[in-house]
T-cell receptor, first 114, second 112 residues
Framework: GENVEQHPSTLSVQEGDSAVIKCTYS??????FPWYKQELGKGPQLIID?????GEKKDQRIAVTLNKTAKHFSLHITETQPEDSAVYFC?????????????FGSGTQLTVLP | SQTIHQWPATLVQPVGSPLSLECTVE??????LYWYRQAAGRGLQLLFY??????ISSEVPQNLSASRPQDRQFILSSKKLLLSDSGFYLC???????????FGPGTRLTVL
């Protein structure tokens, strides 16, 4: 079955610095890779996603890169702000199943220190 | 625009009591619906998904069941709660054939 490994589990950065979170996956047929941000006590919110026909996607301070050969993808947050503090989850859509299930990483607690 | 609702927001139940959590989606038709459980504030585990009314697929054997009595309503149930059922339960939806899944606000369940 599909498996997604996410690192690091916790990450602290100074405000203004960059943060990078990495995920590796096992299903070589996966073709959709979203990233979610979850604030305390709330549901996860989709912040950016990438499809397998693209190597990089950027949205303001957030970018995602995908290396299909190595089967890993990363979230990059530049110029971090205290409001970026949250738990971030990567996910990948499996190649099997009729409902396009997502398999999630275990999450990264990002803390941006003022 | 589409919105997804879950209730209750929090719930404290004794062991052995029944459970019913409800999820409804507005602004879309015939969505795929999902129930996830999140333990210890971290990873999301898919419990059930549904591609249509009355169609439920279970991902993991457990003490829970799901039902979809209406197109945009998804219910998570249990006849007798266990301590291990405590967690944060999230409902999500997606359009058929779509990639993105959108999550509700979640229900915090504590079983004592």
């Amino acid at each position: 079955g599909e498996n997604v490994e996410q690192h690091p589990s916790t990450l602290s950065v100074q405000e203004g610095d960059s943060a990078v979170i990495k995920c590796t996956y096992s299903d070589s047929a996966s073709n959709y890779f979203p990233w979610y941000k979850q604030e305390l006590g709330k549901g996860p919110q989709l912040i950016i996603d990438i499809r397998s026909n693209v190597g990089e996607k950027k949205d303001q301070r957030i970018a995602v890169t995908l290396n299909k050969t190595a089967k890993h993808f990363s979230l990059h947050i530049t110029e971090t702000q205290p409001e970026d503090s949250a738990v971030y989850f990567c996910a990948q859509r499996g190649s099997s199943g009729s409902a396009r299930q997502l398999t999630f990483g275990s999450g990264t607690q990002l803390t941006v220190l003022p | 625009s589409q919105t997804i609702h879950q209730w209750p927001a929090t719930l404290v139940q004794p062991v052995g009591s029944p459970l019913s959590l409800e999820c409804t989606v507005e602004g879309t038709s015939n969505p795929n619906l999902y129930w996830y459980r999140q333990a210890a504030g971290r990873g999301l585990q898919l419990l059930f998904y549904s591609v249509g009314i009355g169609q439920i697929s279970s991902e993991v054997p457990q003490n829970l069941s799901a039902s979809r009595p209406q197109d945009r309503q998804f219910i998570l149930s249990s006849k007798k709660l266990l301590l291990s059922d405590s967690g944060f339960y999230l409902c999500a939806w997606s359009v058929i054939g779509g990639n993105e899944q959108f999550f509700g606000p979640g229900t915090r369940l504590t079983v004592l």
